[in-house]
């Protein structure tokens, strides 16, 4: 297997190569649903008589991500609280707010220092004069097969598109480059190239219009992944960590074998 990295900028971009879809789907699904991260869980209100309601308050803070290192916490299910709740497995949010104003991310006082939310300006609502919110969000560790609030990022993967010249094309190249929506093919003399790989996906416009003697098909075992994360960890700590988590799947499934 290889790897290149086409973007690190904002959304992880990478080539995959020598791979198969199974392979590449599971590392996928892995990046969507079980990387830990911190989320808000519940909320306990002192005092609301904003315009919001408590329930819809919850749900705005529960989404808000949270910079974290979910090494340093435990789910609080194995916790040696016994789920008690401490410093281990779980961090409190407070919030103490007097109208007129607006509510951001930002107001939350954390409990650790090192949890605070993605940005300062997530807005949660707006308090006019005479209006108040005091609160406590628990934030705890879990992953996006318990709820999508703990999913990591939105990963997703396509084949590398690759170009067959069947015939000569150096007649047709006005009109092959001009049927592409995107404008990343390139005919020069009868060689065909796709200039962005990972913009193209596969509409087959240009083969279309080319009689037959350009072809467009996706490798099976070449795959660009686009990694955006939705939470407080990086892209490229969320593809490391899924790999992990996929080996200790392996063998896992290995020692289980034995068994049999």
Known sequence: ???????????????????????????????????????????????????????????????????????????????????????SCQVV?????????????????????????????????????????????????????????????NASYQYYPEVEVKGDISKLQTKIENACPKEIIKIIGNKATITKPDSCDLCLSCEEVSGGTLKITGNPSKFIFSVESVSGLEPEYIVKKAAEILGEKGKEFIKELGKL
Do not use: W
């Not at 290889?2 to 590392?27: H, T």
């Not at 892995?30 to 408590?54: G, H, K, Q, Y």
């Open 93 to 153: 949010l407070a919030l103490e707010k007097t109208g007129p104003c607006m509510v951001y991310s930002g107001d939350f006082k954390s409990s650790n220092t090192d949890v605070q939310p993605m940005d300062p300006r997530f807005v949660i609502v707006e308090l006019l004069a005479g209006q108040s919110v005091k609160l406590e969000a628990v934030a705890t560790l879990g992953t996006g097969k318990k709820h999508m609030k703990y999913q990591a990022t």
């Open 1 to 87: 297997m290889n790897i290149k990295v086409l973007q690190k900028k904002g959304v992880l971009r990478f080539v995959l190569e020598d791979s198969n879809p199974a392979f590449a789907n599971a590392l996928r699904r892995i990046m969507i649903s079980e990387i830990p991260t911190l989320a808000v869980d519940r909320v306990d209100f002192r005092a609301n008589n904003s315009i919001l309601f408590d329930e819809i308050i919850a749900h705005r803070i529960g989404l808000i991500p949270l910079k974290c290192s979910p090494e340093k916490f435990t789910v609080e299910e194995e916790c040696k609280c016994k789920g008690k709740g401490c410093v």
